[in-house]
């Protein structure tokens, strides 16, 4: 037998404050790093490194383990090693004005581009009006118009002369020019006309016709003279132009030379200009149409805007690759957007409006997301993926995908992408997307996995403390004292519940930092003490058991029956743990087990009436086979069993009770009582070995607790697995009561050993014969158990008799007629 009764070492794992190296964290000098997770540290390094297609990250982890801390650190690390990537600018399409063009430049250059722009538009407002101002262009545009004036005049009067000379006068009307013959010196009257003979009507009628005929031909040479005049002008007004922009435009395109694209576009916006220009003539101010409209065209107000550029990413300052953690991954913060202004009743746009999003921003480099945040959002991980598959950022408008009628509307060409994807989030998401989404499996290839817990070493420990120290300056806390670290390391053991582990989620840690820190202010102390970590534990416990505190009101009362003194057959404490989220605490609840002569072997109430999880209908079962195992070796069970949790009214799941109930089902079977003031915790197998359970300290302080309310007589205690001796870290005051002889707390290792101590028996070992020594609880269980097999032999044997005898008295014997 194994039966050990713990000591107050046992019970808690205690950090020793004179292991520390300095008085208070305000001494420790410490270079800090994040608390190390080799494993998931390793997976961030190995995806961060690979450059193949498809080796992006996915983080797994419970929230508050370090992972985004870690995931930063290690991406700033590596991401000023890496190439600067290109900076991006979009430019007007002269081509198809509703497709902006996308260029690439190299870091820094893009700001530069946009500067020169800016600059050539701002010179070109006022070099292009001022060159069409300027006395040369007048001079020579005057030239053009007198040259044009003289041949025109010169051609009408040719055709007077010879008008005049036929007997016509020229004469200008609204509707052109017109023949009127004359008299002498002057146009024949229609009077006068009217009396001539008809002969000569009909002749100067024939002359007239003649006469049209050249004024036509004279008119079409002036129309060609006028249209020669305007070419000549516009070729002018070019040549002012293209004077006063050339050299700008020359000097960026030998600027920028190396860049096609660029210089395409400087080409296309020279020959833009030169087809426009009209749109820059300075005009006089013409009257508005009404107060609210402007006078100008909407060519002539974007006249100079088109030539603007968009710088849409900008890396001039930035050094290695950009990390950029988007914490609101909706779609258009992922992708871009087209922004839209109001004008006049309408909603427009332009190039110069498309604003760029993370993906943007992080191109060339590393983007870091939660996964819950990017499932939550509308389109988002579908856009997501459609980015690393097509390895391109186009910004589209989603309406554009949902709406009836088609709307015209900017589709700015795409940019070609290569970044980095690291997803952030719990390990039950990554599960769900490898196991249902089929293109997750190839676009996040490697996985980084947090842990909770991390070993308790002294390097460990040692971190702990740089971790408190970093928190304190941070924050701008008070720092802790020896004391006040120890305590902080006995509690990352306590939530984990485990003495050689620490826990790794600093979430709850710094928790503790921050009230810890308030509690200390409250007193005026300078420092940190583990008064004040106490108090905050304490606190905080408190602000969340109410619940607790019902429970035991409810005990005290005798509401909810609980007894943790005497000895009864049949009826024991079992321990449960209710997780109300923040907090968990344990509570006791009665279990009894009532034995007779059957064939339903070990009934479950809970799992009759279906209050019982499929965990707990396993134990019971292992129970059945335990006992059928132990004691029908000879001959078979007779035994029907109820066992019941009672006053139990949610549903009940886990087998941390499948030992007690075993233990109750012993003493019902043997008759002997079981110690009211022990409390069992415990799951088994078919061997009769006790297992391990969860919520170990929980459960022993639950029942602490109650014996407190009820009174303490030194004899009641917790009987625990012997597994979970490495579990336990309680609390001080239980400790203490341990150490006074209050309570007591025993471990075991099977059912035989934890009867023993229930009862006070000895179990018994089985012999040769397949029998128990006399006395001893299997002893009487056998015993019970062939007693019940004989009754049901012999019932059965006496129910066969009775059947048979009442067949014979069914037959009639047949009686002949004499």
Not at 358 to 370: D, E, P, S, T, V
Not at 563 to 579: H, M, P, R, T
Not at 640 to 654: K, W
Not at 721 to 737: G, R, Y
């Amino acid at each position: 037998m194994s039966i050990r009764k713990l000591t107050p070492k046992d019970l808690k794992s205690v950090c020793d404050p004179s292991s520390f190296p300095f008085k208070t964290t305000d001494d420790y000098d410490f270079e800090y790093e994040p608390l190390h997770q080799e494993r998931g540290v390793k997976g961030i390094e190995f995806a961060l490194n690979v450059k193949s297609e498809g080796y992006n990250l996915f983080v797994c982890g419970p929230s508050g383990t370090g992972r985004n801390t870690l995931v930063k650190k290690l991406v700033y690390e590596i991401a000023p090693r890496q190439r600067t990537p290109d900076d991006w600018v979009y430019v007007y399409n002269f081509v198809r004005e509703d497709e902006p063009v996308a260029i690439r430049l190299p870091a820094g250059k893009g700001k530069v581009f946009k500067r020169d722009i800016d600059e050539m538009v701002e010179d070109l407002k006022i070099d292009i009006p001022k060159a069409f101002e300027s006395e040369d262009y007048e001079k020579r545009k005057h030239e053009i118009l007198k040259d044009y004036k003289e041949r025109r005049d010169i051609t009408f009067q040719e055709i007077e002369d010879q008008a005049y000379e036929n007997g016509f006068v020229l004469k200008q009307t609204a509707t052109g020019i017109i023949l009127v013959p004359r008299i002498e010196d002057r146009a024949m009257s229609t009077e006068e006309f009217e009396k001539i003979p008809q002969e000569e009507k009909e002749a100067i009628e024939k002359e007239k016709h003649k006469l049209h005929i050249k004024i036509d031909q004279v008119l079409n040479e002036v129309r060609a003279m006028e249209k020669d005049a305007k070419a000549r002008i516009k070729q002018l007004e070019k040549e002012v132009i293209l004077y006063s922009v050339r050299h700008t435009i020359d000097e960026l395109r030998f600027k920028f030379r190396e860049f096609e694209d660029v210089i395409q576009h400087l080409n296309r916006l020279q020959d833009d200009i030169l087809s426009n220009i009209d749109l820059f003539k300075a005009e006089e101010d013409a009257p508005q149409p009404m107060p609210f409209m402007p006078v100008k065209s909407p060519e002539q107000q974007n006249v100079f805007k088109k030539y603007q550029v968009n710088l849409l990413v900008d890396h001039g300052g930035s050094e290695g690759a950009p990390v950029i953690f988007e914490p609101n991954p909706t779609y258009y913060n992922l992708i871009g957007r087209i922004e839209y202004a109001a004008n006049f009743g309408a909603m427009t746009t332009d190039f110069t409006m498309i604003a760029p999003g993370a993906m943007h921003k992080a191109n060339g480099g590393y983007l870091i997301l939660q996964a819950m945040d990017v499932m939550k959002g509308f389109m988002v991980w579908e856009t997501l993926k459609r980015v690393i598959k097509n390895h391109e950022i186009k910004v589209e408008d989603i309406n554009e995908q949902y709406r009836v009628i088609s709307t015209t509307s900017l589709k700015p060409s795409p940019i070609p992408s290569e970044i980095k994807i690291i997803m952030v989030g719990p390990t039950w998401l990554y599960q769900v997307l490898y196991h249902h989404d089929d293109e997750f499996k190839k676009l996040f290839k490697v996985k980084a996995d947090f842990d909770v817990e991390m070993k308790r070493d002294d390097e460990k420990i040692k971190k702990y403390a740089a971790f408190i120290k970093v928190r304190c300056d941070e924050e701008k806390l008070r720092h802790l004292d020896r004391k006040a670290v120890a305590q902080i390391v006995e509690y990352g053991a306590r939530i984990l519940g485990k003495k050689d582990k620490l826990s790794a989620r600093f979430v709850n840690i710094a928790d503790i930092l921050r009230e810890a820190n308030y509690w200390a202010g409250l007193e005026g102390s300078e420092y940190i003490n583990d008064i004040h970590v106490r108090k905050a534990i304490e606190e905080k416990s408190y602000r969340s058991n109410l619940i607790e505190d019902k429970i035991g009101e409810l005990i005290e009362k005798g509401i909810l029956m609980v007894d943790v003194d005497g000895e009864k057959v049949g009826q024991i404490n079992g321990l449960a743990v209710y997780d109300m989220g923040d907090y968990m605490f344990g509570k006791p609840s009665r279990i009894t087990v009532r034995t007779y002569m059957g064939q339903a072997g070990v009934v479950d109430i809970e799992r009759q009436v279906k209050m019982g999880g499929n965990t707990h209908s396993k134990g019971v079962l292992i129970l059945n086979g335990y006992i059928g195992q132990k004691f029908a070796q000879n001959h078979p069970l007779s035994l029907t069993a109820s066992i019941c949790f009672e006053q139990s009214y949610d549903g009940i799941d886990g087998d941390s009770a499948s030992s007690t109930e075993a233990y109750c089902l012993l003493s019902s079977l043997s008759g002997v009582p079981l110690k009211q003031g022990i409390a069992v915790t415990g799951s088994m197998n078919q061997h009769g070995e006790v297992q391990p359970i969860g919520g170990v300290n929980q459960k022993i302080e639950g029942f602490y607790h109650v014996c407190k309310i009820k009174g303490l007589t030194g004899k009641q205690g917790v009987m625990i697995p012997q597994t979970n001796v490495e579990h336990l870290m309680l609390k001080d005051e239980v400790i203490d009561a341990v150490s006074a002889g209050r309570f007591h707390i025993w471990a075991v290792s099977s059912i035989d050993e934890g009867i023993e101590v229930l009862t006070g028996k000895k179990a018994g070992t089985i012999g040769n014969k397949n029998t128990y020594p006399k006395g001893t609880i299997n002893e009487l269980v056998q015993k019970k158990l062939t007693e019940y097999s004989k009754k049901g032999a012999s019932g059965k044997k006496n129910d066969q008799r009775k059947s048979a005898k009442k067949k014979k008295k069914k037959i009639k014997p047949k009686v002949g007629k004499k």
